[in-house]
């Protein structure tokens, strides 16, 4: 079974109550995640994977008056969550999307998750070497891969991040990346900060169309392409880059404890 894990809390540090911060005034971004995906062909089953946190409790509600499947777990090991909702719902095939995708487009999706079953690769995605938008980021992967990073992550950016131990570990697995036809990595409608979310609203705005394509944001883009200035100077992967030192400080307790 082919199975999405939407990973979502509301304990953002750069946005806090990001999954639940409303796009068009009625609906908010975990929302519109949820929505596009469901536009996917290939997808057997989606899951909002949260916290066992109080503060994430609105989460849960959110899903079940939506009807949404839902599962939680461990709020700093995520790779934890991922692997016991992975394991609870027998997906033998596990597509990782974030919660802060609200314009994750379908048809991508699709095309990453084919490349994954039509091939013998471990984990396939589109941003090990960016050339999609920021925001369209889709990670495929065996549970088998899932189970063994479980087993043998250890370091905090491993645990926090899910896949690092996988897609940095070539040897053990087979990787592949998906390449769009043109690089469009200095685009970015991922929502990180309140200038991603005011980004990605006016979108949704002048977007009518439902899913929101890229072609259809490229569309926009080619109209008005200084809409898209407002997060410009953003850093696109301060969480991991944040979560590089916490390893550091992990390596030396380590190295301490064995002398």
């Not at 990605?200 to 439902?210: A, F």
């Not at 259809?216 to 979560?243: K, V």
Request: with cysteine; charged share 30%.
């Amino acid at each position: 079974m082919i199975g999405c894990i939407i990973q979502a809390r509301t304990g953002s540090s750069r946005l806090p109550g990001k999954a639940m911060k409303l796009l068009d005034g009625k609906y908010p971004i975990l929302h519109y995640v949820v929505s596009q995906l469901q536009h996917s062909k290939l997808l057997d089953d989606i899951v909002i994977a949260t916290t066992d946190l109080e503060e994430d409790d609105v989460i849960v509600k959110f899903a079940q008056e939506k009807g949404f499947k839902y599962f939680r777990g461990s709020e700093k090991d995520v790779l934890d969550r991922h692997y016991q909702c992975a394991k609870k719902f027998t997906f033998s095939t596990i597509v990782r999307i974030p919660s802060d995708k609200p314009l994750i487009d379908p048809q991508i999706v699709d095309k990453v998750v084919k490349v994954f079953s039509t091939s013998e690769y471990d984990y396939v995605s589109n941003f090990l070497q960016y050339t999609f938008p920021f925001g369209t980021e889709v990670e495929v992967f065996s549970f088998e891969a899932l189970e063994k990073a479980w087993k043998l992550a250890r370091l905090p950016s491993e645990r926090e991040h899910v896949t690092p131990y996988i897609y940095n570990h070539r040897d053990e697995f087979k990787i592949f990346n998906v390449i769009n036809s043109e690089d469009l990595s200095h685009l970015r409608w991922e929502v990180d900060r309140e200038k991603d979310l005011e980004l990605v609203k006016r979108i949704v705005e002048r977007i009518k169309s439902r899913p929101i394509l890229i072609k259809d944001i490229m569309n926009l883009y080619a109209q008005e392409p200084t809409l898209f200035n407002i997060n410009r100077n953003d850093n696109p992967n301060e969480g991991y880059l944040e979560s590089l030192k916490d390893d550091e400080e992990f390596v030396k307790q380590e190295k301490s404890k064995h002398g």
